[in-house]
């Protein structure tokens, strides 16, 4: 059984979330009150194999109930049950922002301001958080984007055991990602930035990819990542990870940083581990 957790901050896109793991087939409850997840998983174990894939949302919402959480876990673990734990989370101007525009109440603050809210349930859930198997922050993700990480995670690639490699290029001025395992600094790379008839275009045009690529000092960096991930991926690899994330920054994002990412995904395909390329600040 693929047993799948869904929980995390309220208006971070956790029905986003679930939707997207019933697009993949997965068999998918929202706002399942923990206490129940027991007596759930044993419907499904008398379900002769029909239901393998399931997916659960248990959040804030259950109130009291959700207190449970953690005897729920021991009982997962007690049957022998392996389960992941998804946790989503934006930042609190981003959560404000969802819950105007939707008009809706904080399930934590009834009475009080939105952000009491965000901080009360921030407290209350940190625990699970410090336990869950990927954390997600959808601060700058559109519905689409959170949909492909899922599927990187959870695909068939995860599926099979095979890691998955995401590779995302930033600029440092919009901030770092907060959920890469590995961040490489490729600001000391000449900048196509200063050729006037470089800047409009990106990393991802034929000019500025041979603009960047072309000096030694970037071949050489790349060797030395090359070399440096020909050994780190495989041992990632065996302590049974499903997922790696690594972040390449410049300054802007659009330029140096993208031309890395994708030459490094290109190389990390050809040994054989499936990848997603992610440019998250190259409209910016």
């Known amino acids: 059984m693929d047993f799948v957790i869904i929980t995390g901050l309220s208006g ?6 679930v939707r ?4 993949r087939g997965f068999f998918c409850i929202d706002n399942l009150p923990p206490m129940l997840v027991p007596k759930f998983t044993e419907l499904v174990a008398q379900s002769g194999g029909t239901v393998s894939q399931v997916a659960v949302v248990m959040d804030m919402r259950g109130g009291k109930f959700f207190d449970d959480v953690f005897e729920a876990l021991k009982e997962l673990e007690k049957r022998g049950i392996a389960y992941s734990i998804l946790f989503l989370e934006a930042s609190d101007e981003v959560l404000v922002r ?9 399930p934590l603050a009834p009475d009080g301001t939105i952000l009491d809210g965000i901080n009360l349930e921030r407290e209350r859930l940190q625990e699970l958080r410090g336990r869950a198997t990927h954390i997600i922050d959808t ?6 984007e ?5 599927k990187a995670l959870y695909g068939e690639n995860t599926l099979n055991g095979k890691m998955h ?19 490489f600094d490729v600001r000391f790379l000449p900048n196509p930035h200063y050729v006037d008839t470089l800047r409009p275009q990106t990393g991802l045009d034929a000019p500025v990819s041979e603009y960047v690529t072309r000096w030694p000092v970037t071949q050489h960096y790349i060797k030395q990542l090359e070399n440096f991930l020909s050994f780190q991926l495989p041992l990632f690899a065996s302590e049974g990870r499903s997922e790696l994330s690594i972040a390449i920054g410049c300054t802007g994002g659009r330029h140096r940083s993208v031309t890395i990412a994708e ?7 050809e040994r054989g581990y499936p990848v997603t390329v992610e440019h998250r600040d190259i409209d910016k």
């Open 146 to 150: 959170l949909r492909e990480k899922i």
């Open 263 to 269: 030459s490094l995904a290109s190389f990390i395909r």
């Open 139 to 144: 601060s700058n993700l559109k519905p689409r």
């Open 165 to 183: 490699v995401t590779i995302t290029s930033f600029g440092y001025k919009h901030g770092i990602p907060i959920d890469a395992d590995l961040c």
């Open 12 to 17: 971070a896109g956790k029905t986003e979330a």
């Open 98 to 106: 969802r819950f105007k525009e939707s008009r809706r109440r904080h």
């Open 20 to 23: 997207s793991f019933e697009d």
